[in-house]
T-cell receptor
């Protein structure tokens, strides 16, 4: 079955530190991969997406993610976190051939001043 | 920019009431979705629509129905609200199957 796993429910980092949020997927075909960010009480905003080509993709707000097919991973990174990055982050896969996007359960990021 | 607008940010309804959540997108997208978001469970798909008057059940359709009479509008209906439907509801749209989804700001529904 198709699935997305975000193993870290909560992550706390200090402002200015680097960040990596993990995402693993299980998908039969070539995946379409996304990272979304959700600020409290808001909808989801697309950070970046991977469809094909270069496996390192750049997104908004200084985020990047790397697709590693051999590890079935699509981890999100940022070299220096800002206090405004505190939010919940969702990895998603699909909907190649179907209409369904499959979301992970999210990672809540806390940033210490 | 794509804009997906949900009619209410917050709603409080009584048990047994009929609830209508409306969603409008302004980019002529083919596909529209309703998700429910609960802590620790992520986003769960309730229903989606790939064309006007077309709909498909998602993973948790029980207790919900939908309507898509016009391409830009997708409504979620709770015929008889129950307390276990207290949740954040998110509407989304996408152009085709292989593109990203765009989300509305969400509706926080509380059923008392």
């Amino acid at each position: 079955a198709q699935s997305v796993t975000q193993p870290d429910i909560h992550i706390t980092v200090s402002e200015g530190a680097s960040l990596e949020l993990r995402c693993n997927y299980s998908y039969g075909a070539t995946p379409y991969l996304f990272w979304y960010v959700q600020s409290p009480g808001q909808g989801l905003q697309l950070l970046l997406k991977y469809f094909s080509g270069d496996t390192l993709v750049q997104g908004i707000k200084g985020f990047e993610a790397e697709f590693k097919r051999s590890q079935s991973s699509f981890n999100l990174r940022k070299p220096s976190v800002h206090w405004s990055d505190a939010a919940e982050y969702f990895c998603a896969v699909g909907p190649s051939g179907t209409y369904k996007y499959i979301f992970g359960t999210g990672t809540r990021l806390k940033v210490l001043a | 920019d794509v804009k997906v607008t949900q009619s209410s940010r917050y709603l409080v309804k009584r048990t047994g009431e009929k609830v209508l959540l409306e969603c409008v997108q302004d980019m002529d997208h083919e596909n529209m979705f309703w998700y429910r978001q609960d802590p620790g469970l992520g986003l769960r798909l309730i229903y989606f629509s790939y064309d006007v008057k077309m709909k498909e059940k998602g993973d948790i359709p029980e207790g919900y129905s939908v309507s898509r009479e016009k391409k830009e509008r997708f409504s979620l209906i709770l015929e008889s609200a129950s307390t276990n439907q207290t949740s954040m509801y998110l509407c989304a749209s996408s152009q085709t199957v292989n593109t990203e989804a765009f989300f509305g700001q969400g509706t926080r529904l509380t059923v008392v």
